[in-house]
């Protein structure tokens, strides 16, 4: 089983609009981290924002926060205000102690920011 | 802090030959992997390195190997290069102490085998 699933390939959202772009995870470990990079065409790989299995708010990161519906699996990402500079590839990640704190990163959403 | 750094950024190489890519970690931290990412796989795991020990591994064929210095920089090394090694390489470094400090990348290698 995929331990990350990230569904929507492509989004399009218009400039100053929020979005929202989806992950869900599978693990069997009680504690794990969730997080959210964005590549831009360059290829760099930029955290934008991590969420701890404990963590009983919605972590937050200026304009990136981050839906995290444990029973449910889910950790989307809500990019608010859109920016053009925002279109990217975006990845889920998560990390859980039980696999030896290996990374496991989903298959990526391409954001397009519209002006 | 500085960031993570990859050299070089850019290498071109034929078949059969070998290559070796270097990355140094933030400072302080111990962990760092090794993810290669292509346009039909996306981002795969290669292989992660803590204290010097090969912590990690992915679903590589041998001809991929790394290691780790006391400094924690790492270098991976790719013999026989084939046609579908052409890819990304992306290190990343973590504090490596437990299961939820955050990875930080390098800006990549491009590398293209021909």
């Known amino acids: 089983a995929q331990k990350i699933t990230q569904t929507q390939p492509g989004m399009f959202v218009q400039e100053k609009e929020a979005v929202t772009l989806d992950c869900t995870y599978d693990t069997s470990d009680p504690s794990y981290g969730l997080f959210w990079y964005k590549q831009p065409s360059s290829g760099e790989m930029i955290f934008l924002i991590y969420?701890?299995?404990?963590?009983?708010q919605n972590a937050t990161e200026g304009r990136y926060s981050l839906n995290f519906q444990k029973a449910r699996k889910s950790a989307n990402l809500v990019i608010s205000a859109s920016q053009l500079g925002d279109s990217a590839m975006y990845f889920c990640a998560m990390r859980e102690p039980y696999t030896g704190n290996q990374f496991y990163f989903g298959t990526g959403t391409s954001l397009t920011v519209i002006p | 802090k500085a960031g993570v750094t990859q050299t070089p950024r850019y290498l071109i190489k034929t078949r059969g030959q070998q290559v070796t890519l270097s990355c140094s970690p933030i400072?302080?931290?111990?962990?760092v992997s090794w993810y290669q990412q292509t346009p039909g796989q996306g981002l795969q795991f290669l292989f992660e390195?803590?204290?010097?020990?090969?912590?990690n591994k992915g679903n590589f064929p041998g001809r991929f190997s790394g290691r780790q210095f006391s400094n924690s920089r790492s270098e991976m090394n790719v013999s026989t290069l084939e046609l579908g090694d052409s890819a990304l390489y992306l290190c990343a470094s973590s504090l490596g102490t437990d299961g939820t400090d955050t990875q930080y990348f390098g800006p990549g290698t491009r590398l293209t085998v021909l």
């Open positions: 400072s302080g931290h111990r962990s």
């Open positions: 390195y803590f204290s010097e020990t090969q912590r």
């Open positions: 969420q701890g299995s404990y963590d009983q």
